[in-house]
């Protein structure tokens, strides 16, 4: 039965879609509209490090008096490790590929051999330098190969239809081939492909996808459903600011390639339940807030965890939260306010300028277009609200939550979160099989005549006119349904890329690339003015080379770096993230999972206009305020150079 209202907002909808379409279609942006933030963000990041360092670097400050002891002390402390006599077999026997712990007693060695084994750890595990092991001929091609496929998995809409799972997977191939013509003609080392893949993000995004699918699945009108719902809302400007607030909290929580890949769909599922006709701002919210939440916790995103691990002292939870919250806040309000402004006419339909936004944002005010959306939205609920009989909570849909309370204890209290996951997926696939053996209803097979009538089953009988017993039907398993519906082409994208990266800072390039553009900041490179060069060369590489590998460079080349250095590390190679569609993972999951149901709107050329000016204004601002207010200190406890301030 539907609401009479419903009609009447689907008759006025009819008569106003039509003229509304033909203005969007003969609207065309212009250049300066689409790409005019994006070049006044770069053309103020280069006016700022011009002004603050010079054209050609002449105002870089020479170093003061603490920096060159702390520099003194940290060549002691290397020369003194490199003196240290150390067993050969101990170490074996100990594990040189595990973690070093951090707090060794004075019968185990104390700092110094904490020190001498990090250094070895870093140095054959972390980042192995064999660089000089390339000509230049090797070093020229590998870059070529990678910055090649890097343009294709950016644009792969300009190429073949291939798509970027295969792009990547042929390319991780292609350089495990060119890498062993190298090895044979001398111009390059070995390559050990199994080495740079990455399998933590692997299993992580298995047990993810695992979990996800049978949390939609399961039960219609479930956990998932009310999940969704609960992100809702009739105002196309308030819906973005809840998938921002949920993405935001998420990723600070539970890792933001967590929250994307389990929010994806559900976010094209709102953009196609109100028909809009551009889901990008909406996919941006998640993306970008992802990324941007992700920057507050040191479990927030993989650099996080990795940055925690490998800093010379300690970092502790409560420690790394409170110089974030500052901030990173003001990035996500900058990053909102900015998505208001660049989708304000997707956001805020029939809204006239930038004040009446501020308006409806602030004073509650409506255009005829909004108050449309909400009659029709309503009406949808009335009719939705008669037609369920059953909306409240069932067993399952408690089962659910039960499940993903004590996944979320789990990783709250430090447990392995990639065993976590897929134990949940694991449980959640149990329970659904169970379900569908003896809980749903069986399907009946029933054949009808031409009438409609249901015919009697038919009798099978054998030679001597006995009948035959109909067989047991043959039961569906879950590999044949659900196990189906994982995306292994996304671990397969993942898988390629690991290959690319590893295989490019094999060269030694983005180092060299560092050094270059660091230049006399690099022995001060958090301080200001060098830290705004430093944070934007961060940024560069980040999306270059991947932000991963870079903070494992950083960690081998700078071992001593102090906790407040860690933090502008954090900050900018989380924010750099938004910069382009390779920055982060995040981003190649949510357009993944967006053109997996339909929707190919999350591209890089749509991504950068907006992403750029975002992510430069974001990282400038975040860096300012850190460099004013943090609580890490701008020395190192364990070299003993706090003791000296």
């Not at 092991?133 to 950016?154: D, E, R």
């Not at 692997?202 to 998932?224: A, H, P, Q, S, V």
């Not at 009310?226 to 890792?255: E, F, Q």
């Not at 006419?345 to 029939?350: A, K, N, R, S, V």
């Amino acid at each position: 039965m539907s609401s009479p209202l419903y009609k009447d907002v689907e008759s006025n909808d009819a008569t106003v879609a039509p003229l509304s379409n033909k203005q969007a279609a003969t609207k065309k942006t212009s250049f300066l509209r689409r790409w005019g933030p994006a070049l006044a963000a770069i053309a103020g990041v280069i006016a700022v490090n011009v002004a603050l360092l010079g054209p050609t670097g002449g105002k870089i400050p020479a170093l003061n008096e603490r920096q060159l002891s702390a520099q003194n002390r940290r060549l002691e402390r290397t020369q003194a490790v490199l003196d240290m006599e150390w067993d050969h077999e101990a170490d074996l026997k100990r594990g040189l590929h595990k973690e070093v712990g951090r707090h060794l007693s004075e019968e185990e060695g104390g700092v110094m051999e904490y020190t001498r084994r990090r250094h070895r750890y870093l140095g054959e595990y972390v980042h192995v330098d064999v660089s000089d092991q390339f000509t230049l001929f090797g070093k020229l091609s590998i870059s070529l190969i990678y910055f090649a496929f890097w343009v294709f998995l950016m644009f792969p809409n300009w190429f073949l239809p291939i798509g970027r799972p295969g792009i990547a997977l042929g390319g991780g191939l292609s350089m495990v081939v060119f890498r062993y013509i190298l090895l044979l003609t001398g111009q390059g080392p070995v390559f050990d492909a199994a080495k740079v893949i990455i399998l933590e993000p692997l299993f992580l995004l298995f047990g993810l996808m695992l979990t996800t699918i049978y949390l939609e699945k399961m039960e219609r009108g479930g956990l998932f459903d009310k999940l969704r719902d609960s992100l809702d809302d009739p105002v196309n400007w308030k819906r973005s600011a809840k998938i921002m607030t949920m993405s935001t909290i998420g990723s600070a929580a539970v890792m933001n390639d967590s929250v994307v890949l389990i929010f994806s769909g559900v976010v094209v599922d709102l953009c196609v339940r109100h028909k809009v006709s551009n889901s990008l701002p909406y996919l941006l919210s998640l993306a970008t807030t992802a990324n941007t939440g992700s920057a507050f916790t040191m479990t927030g995103n993989p650099q996080n965890i990795l940055i925690v691990s490998l800093a010379y002292d300690d970092i502790s939870w409560t420690e790394f939260l409170s110089n974030m919250i500052l901030p990173v806040t003001a990035a996500s309000i900058i990053n909102a306010t900015l998505l208001f402004v660049y989708y304000s006419t997707e956001l805020f339909p029939g809204a006239s300028g930038f004040m009446e936004c501020l308006g409806i944002v602030f004073s509650g005010n409506r255009t005829p277009e909004m108050l449309a959306q909400e009659h029709a939205y309503h009406a949808r609920n009335v009719q939705a609200v008669q037609e369920d009989t059953n909306s409240g909570w069932s067993i399952w849909s408690k089962i659910q939550i039960v499940l993903v309370t004590i996944f979320l204890i789990c990783f709250a209290v430090g447990l392995d979160v990639c065993v976590t996951s897929i134990c949940a997926g694991a449980i959640l696939m149990v329970l659904a099989a169970w379900k569908r053996q003896h809980y749903d209803p069986k399907p009946e097979i029933v054949d009808y005549d031409a009438e409609g009538n249901a015919l009697p089953p038919k009798k099978m009988y054998d030679m001597d006119g006995n009948e035959i017993e109909p067989e047991e039907e043959e039961l569906v398993t879950e590999s044949e349904t659900t196990l189906t519906e994982v995306d292994y082409g996304l671990l397969m994208l993942f898988i390629g890329q690991f290959i690319l990266i590893g295989s490019f800072d094999d060269t030694g390039v983005p180092q060299g690339f560092f050094n270059a553009a660091m230049g006399g900041c690099a022995d001060q490179m958090t301080s200001v003015p060098c830290v705004y060069w430093f944070v934007l060369v961060i940024t560069i590489l980040s999306n270059v080379a991947s932000n991963v590998p870079v903070v494992q460079m950083l960690a081998a080349t700078f071992p001593y770096a102090t906790p407040y250095d860690w933090m502008q590390v954090s900050f900018s190679a989380t924010i750099a993230g938004n910069l382009t569609m390779l920055g982060s993972a995040a981003n190649m999951i949510v357009a993944f999972q967006a053109a997996k149901v339909g929707d190919r709107t999350f591209t890089s050329e749509r991504h950068a206009p907006f992403g750029i000016p975002s992510t430069l204004v974001s990282l400038y601002a975040g860096t300012a305020l850190l460099s004013l207010v943090h609580f890490s200190p701008e020395c190192s406890v364990k070299l003993g150079e706090c003791d000296d301030q």
